[in-house]
């Protein structure tokens, strides 16, 4: 939730990743409920097997990452807004290294020194560049996950799943094939609203007039600065052939 909260604010314009690979994430209630079924059948059974990959999702429910930033950024925009965003939330997935990092020296590393600086001569204490080092550095880490296909075996999970009566398999959600994925991430975005950036309900109504605002200021500066892109490439062209 902490890439959603960081791209919902307009600090992440970049993420270095494969938008194709899927991304092995289930909620947490189905795996501790995979655990303590898991334990049960393994103290239960003679030779039972030894790898039980309960937290990752059966390969009929995964989600691509794009899939998934895709429906969050769709969330953040139009339903669940955080206050106090930096930019309009957009960017890039890409698998090459070297354009990431071009798009964070420029989208990132950038536009936090030069807010630094203004904050620094307003006399107020600059955190920009110490909150892109940070998710630099977590991002370093998130990149081993995102950039590789992962595939885990579920197979013994499933048969597992398949011994259960159907009582137990509504008490114990091993598969959570029937979880509505936008509204489950709608509640993740408010409990992050809520309970990690103090932002109360009472707030949306701002939150998303504040959004349109930086929608049509983000479209107004890119549509401005293609125009005076194409103006200057005109008047050089004028030039050269003059």
């Given at each position: 939730m902490g890439l959603f909260v960081a791209a919902g604010k307009g600090v992440i314009r970049s993420m270095y990743m494969d938008s194709n690979s899927y991304a092995n994430m289930v909620p947490i209630d189905a795996t501790v409920s995979g655990l303590m079924v898991l334990s049960w059948y393994y103290l239960k059974t003679k030779n039972p097997p030894y790898i039980?990959?309960?937290?990752?999702?059966?390969?009929?429910?995964?989600?691509?990452w794009e899939e998934i930033m895709n429906l969050g950024r769709e969330i953040i925009e139009t339903k669940a807004p955080f206050n106090g965003i930096l930019w309009y939330p957009g960017g890039t997935m890409t698998k090459s290294r070297l354009y990431n990092q071009i798009n964070f020296v420029l989208f990132q590393l950038i536009p936090a020194i030069f807010i630094d600086a203004l904050l620094f001569i307003f006399g107020y204490k600059?955190?920009?560049?110490n909150i892109q080092m940070r998710i630099r550095?977590?991002?370093e880490m998130?990149?081993?996950y995102t950039t590789k296909p992962w595939d885990f075996e579920t197979t013994n999970v499933e048969l597992i799943r398949d011994k259960l009566t159907e009582a137990e398999r509504k008490?114990?959600?091993?598969?959570p094939d029937k979880i509505n994925v936008r509204e489950y991430l709608f509640d993740c975005m408010m409990a992050c609203r809520r309970n990690y950036l103090k932002e109360t309900d009472d707030m949306l109504p701002a939150a998303?007039?504040?959004?349109?605002?930086?929608?049509?200021?983000?479209r107004f500066i890119k549509i401005a600065f293609f125009v005076l892109?194409?103006?200057?490439?005109?008047?050089?062209k004028d030039y050269v052939f003059s």
């Open positions: 039980f990959n309960a937290c990752v999702p059966q390969k009929d429910i995964r989600m691509t600059p955190i920009l560049y550095k977590g991002a998130f990149e081993f008490t114990y959600v091993l598969k998303r007039r504040n959004m349109k605002i930086m929608f049509c200021l983000d892109l194409a103006y200057y490439i005109y008047k050089l």
